[in-house]
């Protein structure tokens, strides 16, 4: 058996109402079911826009550990090369002559005379190696062994170690950027 139906029409432009004959059970159940539907539909509407949220969240978290996992690597990179160069002076593994024939060349002083200052066991090895006229070598306890400081008429000229590295590491790092 189906319920009665109802149906007033109003007059005014507000719009029509059904009710149902059975009484106000029914008629609560259908609003009651109706609200369910409209809360399930809110609360999935949340649940997705916070799930779109935490996803963003995540995303801007894996970009920043990136980042950051990228200048570790760097600066990891940049420490193990300081240390195995470092090694390798203090052994007396460098080619002190291509270094101060190199820091020349970049000097670009020509034939014009100039010093070369070098840490004492640095200037020993070159002892007998020949240079251009007016190039004199001089043994210098402040300069870092496998450093060259190349004094010129225009200036001093400095060769340093741990700065050439940290120009690779800013380098590196502008990469990145």
Excluded: W, Y
Excluded at 144 to 164: F, I, M, N, W
Aim: charged share 30%; net charge negative.
């Amino acid at each position: 058996m189906s319920p009665e139906r109802l149906v007033l029409e109003l007059a005014t432009p507000v719009a029509g109402v059904e009710v149902l004959a059975s009484g106000s059970a029914a008629s609560e159940a259908a609003c009651l079911a109706h609200a369910r539907a409209a809360g399930e539909r809110a609360g999935r509407a949340e649940a997705g826009a916070a799930l779109d949220a935490a996803v963003e969240h995540l995303r801007v978290l894996e970009e920043e550990a990136r980042t950051r996992l990228a200048e570790n690597a760097v600066a990891l990179g940049i420490e193990i090369a300081r240390t195995l160069l470092r090694g390798e002076i203090q052994r007396d593994r460098h080619d002190i002559e291509r270094l101060v024939r190199g820091t020349l060349a970049e000097a670009a002083t020509g034939r014009a005379p100039c010093v070369v200052h070098l840490h004492p066991s640095d200037h020993a090895r070159l002892a007998t190696t020949k240079f251009r006229s007016g190039t004199r070598i001089e043994p210098d306890v402040g300069v870092a062994k496998g450093d060259v400081h190349v004094e010129t008429s225009l200036g001093l000229l400095v060769r340093d170690v741990d700065d050439l590295l940290a120009a690779v590491a800013r380098r590196l790092k502008e990469d990145l950027a």
